[in-house]
């Protein structure tokens, strides 16, 4: 089958599956803490389809699949849904994006089931400031989410971090600090208008300029060159070989080199966080008129027609910029 090559060159080898729109936490800037629109159950995909939309993936060339939601850790069928994919013929490369808080559980049979690496998001080191920011108590079972990941050997472990205005926008070297010490790789990530109309404001967005301004004032960072598709501009950390990385979405987009794709967990694909349009698969897997071969002739045509509708960017600074219906929760991060 042919590989995902949109309409200015660019190949689409990774593609971002969510597993499910719920989450055990409420996150201010991914959904309304009171949301309320789940996507029904009988809407999100089985794991038998699951598998045959990344399989038809991998054979138009996905080299690399991340698992998110939503919490992904949610889906009772995790621990098959990883193993399944990590025994395909050319398997993907395969990680995955939590929020941590089951990770103290399921880490162990992740890793054994195949899972290569893991992403945990944390903002903040104050348990309090967890609280105000996700409407949930967690914040203990995220650290001990964290040693697990490391126990297990899912290692380096990745903490994603998004740092608000007011919030928690004063602990960027804090945590930095925090990562080294615990030998995690962290990346701020600028705060992008996917919370389905909430709290988004570009005037108190905490910038990619701001975040290195505010570690620069504490470490010596010095680029790392050979950037490729990767969305984080990483630093070397006062000439160690540790690394930070700061992904700048709304003030330096990367959208000429993105590789990635997306399937949300009711089956529609999308080619970019913010497009307004999907292309949807679920109805080919249910088709009662097809056979399978059909099935997966007419998935790979959806593939194709997803990437070709891929604009050339996000166009958040655009005037025009509509941000999508659906919280990221929704989309899959
Ligand atoms: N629940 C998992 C988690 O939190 O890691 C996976 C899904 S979450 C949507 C994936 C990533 O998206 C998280 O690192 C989260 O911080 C990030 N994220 C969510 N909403 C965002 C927003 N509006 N801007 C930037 N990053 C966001
Ligand atoms: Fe849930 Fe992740 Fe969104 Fe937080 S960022 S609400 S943990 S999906």
């Given at each position: 089958m042919s590989a995902l090559i949109d309409t200015y060159g660019r190949n689409h080898r990774n593609l971002r599956v969510s597993?499910?729109?719920?989450?055990?936490?409420?996150c201010t800037y991914c959904m309304p803490?009171?949301?309320?629109?789940w996507i029904p159950n009988d809407d999100l995909l089985t794991t038998d389809e699951l598998i045959t939309i990344i399989d038809v993936a991998v054979s138009q060339g996905i080299d690399e699949v991340r698992l998110t939601g939503g919490?992904?850790?949610?889906?009772?069928d995790i621990v098959e849904i990883v193993a399944r994919i990590a025994s395909m013929k050319n398997a993907p490369r395969l990680t995955l994006t939590t929020n941590?808080?089951?990770?103290?559980?399921?880490a162990e049979p992740l890793a054994k089931a195949g899972l290569n690496r893991i992403n945990v998001s944390l903002d903040t080191l104050s348990r309090e400031r967890f609280k105000t920011l996700?409407?949930?108590?967690?914040f203990n079972d995220v650290i001990e989410g964290l040693l697990a990941g490391k126990a297990a050997g899912l290692f380096p472990v990745k903490v994603n971090t998004v740092l608000l205005q007011g919030i928690n926008d004063d602990e960027a070297p804090a945590l930095l600090a925090w990562a080294i010490e615990n030998e995690y790789s962290l990346r701020f990530i600028e705060q992008m208008p996917l919370d389905a109309g909430g709290i988004w404001d570009r005037s108190t967005m905490v910038s990619a300029d701001q975040i290195y301004a505010d570690l620069s004032a504490h470490y010596t960072l010095t680029p790392v060159d050979g950037r490729g598709s990767a969305p984080a501009e990483e630093f070397y950390i006062n000439g160690t070989q540790n690394t930070v990385g700061i992904i700048?979405?709304?003030?330096?987009?990367?959208?000429?080199?993105c590789d990635r794709l997306r399937l949300t967990s009711d089956g529609q694909l999308r080619?970019?966080?913010?497009?307004i349009e999907e292309v949807d698969v679920r109805s080919v897997l249910r088709d009662?008129?097809?056979?399978d071969a059909a099935k997966r002739s007419e998935i790979a045509a959806r593939f194709q027609k997803t990437v070709l509708g891929?604009?050339?960017?996000?166009?958040?600074?655009?005037?025009s910029f509509i941000a999508p219906p659906r919280p990221m929760s929704a989309i899959g991060g």
């Open positions: 597993l499910t729109d719920r989450c055990s936490l409420r803490h009171d949301f309320a629109a919490e992904p850790l949610l889906r009772p941590g808080l089951r990770l103290k559980e399921l996700t409407y949930r108590d967690r700048g979405s709304v003030t330096r987009p990367f959208c000429g080199a080619s970019c966080l913010f497009s009662a008129n097809k056979d891929k604009l050339p960017g996000h166009g958040i600074n655009d005037p």
